[in-house]
């Protein structure tokens, strides 16, 4: 729990630096530009960290009685696609480095596998139901108290940087820089205190480089610090850096073995979800076929606006002519490939085609974020802090990599419900630890405040696993947790539902307009193909798991009626919006 705690201040700490510097960079290729003391030069991630060491080597800190805390969380980052997790789809040393040096979860997961209600939960510790955030649309409770709120109030300084995706001022952190909402890959816009301001470069780099900036010339060295280290990728749309754009163009990765699942032994929920590769992957937005060369014949069911008007509000309209130019072989590649071989295609190569470029570009994102890690993670080594900070990389939830035939999240199924969860604490933690325990970003929050040796409040509703950190599992006892998913009628149409998790099963309930079940037997089908709800050699096991998630719902204080509650609130919700536009 320790451990976990140190993270988070870490988190607090990256909050605060988001002032300092300012990118300008014309090739978001290889290059970008860092403000260093008034002077601006253009170089690439790896020289402006090698210059910056040399102008202004860290002294050696001596070790603090409280840890720092460097929160480092990407967003829809799959587990699939770290090579800790035994990836066969890429390799991401330093996320690895940091597995490799403390422990590696296998069953963290989410209370909500959606963005903002995802990252609400990890604040406040809180399930969605109570502060608020119970969908991508629904405001934030405001009035909630944050952890960072208690680590700043208990002597930590605070700070983040990156994608926060809900509000625009960050309660609890000295410095910020974050994107307005899901902000841009390219010449991205940030919120800072002092106004809006326009990075030019690539998100991810620029990101790191205010974070570094912040712990080279902003820390106060007199305090432990929070540092939220916030990345936008691996997000749709998928925009790589310009030369890992070409990269990994034309690489082709194994296909998954539920690519073409049938849903055959499930209801009506996974049958009706809009996000198939095959028909919900958009070719302009996602596959980028640009729209100069892309014939709507082929696929007339697309809406233009989500999938044109998109592309051009993040690419067309935003990079620079010679930004532009970097991209403009591939896109001609990638317009080429489909205007010659999509009308020739079977339904089943269409799906495969779509596939491949789903890969190549969320990889892509993905190999940056893991490079920008590494810098962080030399960072800390160079200046001394290594030892007494604890770091945390996670996601804000998992995500379909072709599995089930889908993108995105949403679902209790395990590829969207589990999240990448490993932590390192030098001090503490025992290197190379792997643990099957069931945490879930409900936790974060009081872990943290645990591992900064603060008091818990009351009302939150997670369990510090900071024992699991420090090798007191004895101290650590959970059978289940628990799930619950709102955003229906919304993006993807994906039911809505609640469920419990434990080691072996997971029981979920589709309700709203349906009122279906399922039961998986996690342990003889990892797949969740098999929907054993109705198979009579489970009837003990299933009463079992209705009674444990009853009695969750008691816990965590949700009920029936509140779901009639938020099935209202969102109707109000629209109706107020139809109205407005009226």
């Keep these: 729990m320790l451990g976990y705690l140190s993270l988070c201040l870490g988190l607090i700490s990256l909050l605060g630096a988001c002032q300092s ?16 003391g008034g002077n601006q030069g253009v170089s690439s991630p790896s020289s402006v960290l090698a210059s910056n060491a040399g102008q202004s080597s860290p002294a050696k800190v001596n070790t603090q009685q409280r840890p720092n805390i460097l929160f480092i969380m990407s967003d829809d980052h799959a587990y699939q696609a770290i090579s800790a997790y035994g990836s066969n789809l890429i390799q991401t040393p330093n996320i690895d480095r940091i597995a ?64 926060l995706h809900f509000g625009n001022n960050p309660k609890g952190v000295d410095d910020f820089m974050i994107l307005p909402g899901q902000g841009d890959y390219i010449n991205p816009d940030f919120i800072t205190k002092q106004g809006t301001v326009r990075k030019q470069g690539y998100v991810t780099d620029i990101i790191t480089d205010e974070t570094l900036n912040w712990l080279k010339h902003n820390r106060d060295e007199s305090k432990p610090f929070m540092l939220a280290y916030l990345h936008k990728a691996p997000h749709r749309s998928w ?73 051009e509000r993040q690419y067309t309209n935003r990079a620079t002519p010679a930004q532009k130019a970097q991209y403009e072989k591939v896109l001609s590649q990638i317009a080429k490939d489909y205007n010659e071989n999509w009308p020739n295609m079977t339904e089943r190569e269409k799906t ?56 995105d999240k949403r679902f209790a199924y395990q590829e969207s419900m589990k999240t990448p969860l490993v932590i390192r604490w030098p001090q503490k933690i025992k290197p190379g630890q792997v643990s099957d325990e069931l945490v879930q970003n409900l936790d974060y929050a009081q872990t943290f405040l645990d591992a900064a040796g603060l008091k818990q409040p009351e009302d939150m509703q997670g369990q510090s696993f900071l024992p699991l950190l420090t090798g007191q599992t004895h101290k650590w006892q959970r059978e289940g947790v628990y799930y619950h998913y709102y955003e229906f009628p919304g993006a993807h149409a994906v039911k809505r539902h609640y469920a419990i998790m434990t080691k072996r099963y997971k029981l979920i309930h589709f309700y709203h307009d349906v009122d279906e079940w399922e039961l998986y037997d996690l342990q003889r089908d990892p797949k969740e193909v098999n929907n054993v709800y109705h198979d009579a050699s489970y009837r003990d096991q299933l009463a079992k798991l209705k009674q444990q998630l009853r009695d969750l719902r008691i816990q965590y ?26």
């Design 100 to 163: 490799k040096q403390g422990i590696r979860f296998t069953n963290a997961s989410v209370t909500n596998s959606i963005c903002a209600p995802s990252r609400a939960t990890i604040l406040t510790g809180k399930h969605t139901h109570i502060n608020g955030k119970i969908d991508n649309r629904m405001p934030f409770d405001s009035t909630q108290i944050t952890f960072p709120q208690l680590l700043q109030r208990n002597g930590y300084q605070t700070a983040m940087f990156g994608k």
């Design 352 to 407: 495969i085609w779509k596939y491949q470029r789903y890969m190549q570009d969320y990889l892509a994102t993905i190999s940056s974020v893991d490079d920008n890690i590494g810098r962080v993670l030399d960072y800390l080594d160079e200046a001394g802090l290594a030892d007494n900070t604890i770091v945390v990389y996670t996601s804000d939830q998992g995500f379909y990599l072709g599995e089930h035939g889908w993108y």
């Design 557 to 582: 204080k949700d009920s029936p009626e509140l779901d009639q509650q938020m099935i209202e609130r969102t109707k109000n919700w629209k109706n107020s919006k139809n109205k407005a536009k009226h």
């Design 239 to 311: 925009w790589p850096r310009a030369d890992k754009f070409a990269e990994f163009y034309g690489k082709q990765y194994p296909i998954p073995d539920t690519l073409f699942d049938d849903y055959a032994t499930r209801g009506a929920a996974a049958k009706s979800a809009e996000m198939t590769l095959r028909k919900h992957l958009l070719p302009v937005k996602d596959t980028k076929v640009s729209p100069d060369r892309y014939d709507p014949r082929y696929e007339p069911y697309v809406n233009p606006w989500d999938n044109i008007k998109v592309f």
């Design 21 to 36: 510097n300012q990118s300008n960079q014309s090739n978001i290729g290889t290059q970008h530009a860092i403000k260093e």
